[in-house]
Structures are given as C-alpha cells and as structure tokens.
C-alpha cells in the first residue's frame, strides 16, 4: 500500500498561482504512474493530470493544458502539479493518487483550492 499526503492548497485570486505536491510512502516501487484528481461542488471526481513514475510520460485533461504541468521528484517520491492561470472553476477538492497494476488504488486526503474572482 502507498500512503499519500497532499500539500500546498489554499485561497487565490483569479489569475494566480498554487503549486500542489504529493508525498508518497510505503510501497513506492509498486507505482506505475501518479495523477491528480480534483472533486469540484456539485460535479463527480474528475481526472485532471498523470505522470509516469519514470517521468517520461505525462497527461493533461483538456481544460487545464497550457496552464498546469505536472511533474515528479523521483528522489523524493513527490510528484508536484504547478497551476497558472487559475480560474473560478478550477475550484475544489484536489486528490493525489497512486496507480498500480493499472489502476489508481491508493489516494491522500486531499487538499482544497479555492479561486475567487
């Protein structure tokens, strides 16, 4: 099991910047690849970004390209997703998440962003 804790949330304007990072613990070696998902007021749990372990490979959904990046520290399993531009509806609850064999397994408590206009 890998144990995740999320950091790094808060309150900005709109425009502004917050950069979230995940710690990971545990079986670390067990990952294949690590994602953000965010839980906006009303809305289901929706993916906003993934990153290979390695690196290598990374995954932005569609409203958030050329505004947020995603990257890892391999050396201190953390993985960071970097938010520019931030906008109102970029409002809510952001997980981090472990996958393994596939599928994404272990998740953290989260952490809140709140954009205000």
């Known amino acids: 099991q890998v144990q995740l804790v999320e950091s790094g949330g808060g309150l900005v304007q709109a425009g502004g910047s917050l950069r979230l990072s995940c710690a990971a613990s545990?079986?670390?070696?067990?990952?294949?690849?690590m994602g953000w998902f965010r839980r906006v007021p009303g809305k289901e749990r929706e993916f906003v970004a993934s990153?290979?372990?390695?690196?290598?490979?990374?995954s932005l959904t569609n409203s958030v390209k050329g505004r947020f990046a995603i990257s890892t520290d391999n050396a201190k399993n953390t993985v960071h997703l970097q938010m520019n531009s931030l906008k109102p509806e970029d409002t809510g609850r952001y997980y981090c998440?472990?996958?393994?064999?596939?599928?994404?397994?272990?998740w953290g408590q989260g952490t809140q962003v709140t954009v205000s206009t």
């Open positions: 990153i290979s372990a390695t690196g290598g490979s990374t």
């Open positions: 998440a472990a996958s393994s064999y596939g599928a994404f397994r272990d």
């Open positions: 545990g079986r670390t070696d067990s990952i294949d690849d």
